[in-house]
T-cell receptor, first 113, second 111 residues
Framework: ETGVTQSPTHLIKTRGQQVTLRCSSQSGHNTVSWYQQALGQGPQFIFQYYREEENGRGNFPPRFSGLQFPNYSSELNVNALELDDSALYLC????????????FGSGTRLTVV | ELKVEQNPLFLSMQEGKNYTIYCNYSTTSDRLYWYRQDPGKSLESLFVLLSNGAVKQEGRLMASLDTKARLSTLHITAAVHDLSATYFCAVDANTGNQFYFGTGTSLTVIP
């Protein structure tokens, strides 16, 4: 059983640029969620995807967008990067309705300069 | 919006001692999760608590849930250095799609 894999592991971008982060969900999981974790804080929910549609969104602006593909993998896109977007971005997968919580990936560390 | 508070935020304890981390939340929920995070790493699932009165134990860690008091505890017994990490509780607001995480408790176990 493979876990959740994310790429890239680290990324440095310039303010105003766009970035795409990728996630492959754990085998057997059909739901993918994205979280942003700023340094020293708990993860904050960005959004969740189920059946290739957004299924809930946290308090993040529209420049944060995502996709889920038929194989349940997912992308997080962030446009017009700001310095405050610097954070660890965590992808988490789960099986909807199972109630066992998430399996988290190792994260992508994004630095905006 | 659901609020989740943990205390203490920082905990330094000697090996062999016992201690409890508390997690309070503001809205009714019967699903609570505990995670561990090592520096620079992702989150590792520790416990899944899905009903009032649920108690789970794994090694030196024991978690419990009181949904009426909106409180969960993570009890550490006879701490060892390997338990040094940041511990998060997370509450599912019964929507099935969003977890609200606490601020985390940074635990350091001193030899």
């Amino acid at each position: 059983e493979t876990g959740v894999t994310q790429s890239p592991t680290h990324l440095i971008k310039t303010r105003g640029q766009q970035v795409t982060l990728r996630c492959s969900s754990q085998s057997g999981h059909n739901t993918v969620s994205w979280y942003q974790q700023a340094l020293g804080q708990g993860p904050q929910f960005i959004f969740q995807y189920y059946r290739e549609e957004e299924n809930g969104r946290g308090n993040f602006p529209p420049r944060f967008s995502g996709l889920q593909f038929p194989n349940y993998s997912s992308e997080l896109n962030v446009n017009a990067l700001e310095l405050d977007d610097s954070a660890l971005y965590l992808c988490a997968s789960s099986l909807r309705g199972q109630g066992k919580g998430y399996t988290f990936g190792s994260g992508t560390r994004l630095t905006v300069v | 919006e659901l609020k989740v508070e943990q205390n203490p935020l920082f905990l330094s304890m000697q090996e062999g001692k016992n201690y409890t981390i508390y997690c309070n939340y503001s809205t009714t929920s019967d699903r609570l999760y505990w995670y561990r995070q090592d520096p620079g790493k992702s989150l590792e699932s520790l416990f899944v608590l899905l009903s009032n009165g649920a108690v789970k134990q794994e090694g030196r860690l024991m978690a419990s849930l009181d949904t009426k008091a909106r409180l969960s505890t993570l009890h550490i017994t006879a701490a060892v250095h390997d338990l040094s990490a940041t511990y998060f509780c997370a509450v599912d607001a019964n929507t099935g799609n969003q977890f609200y995480f606490g601020t985390g408790t940074s635990l350091t176990v001193i030899p």
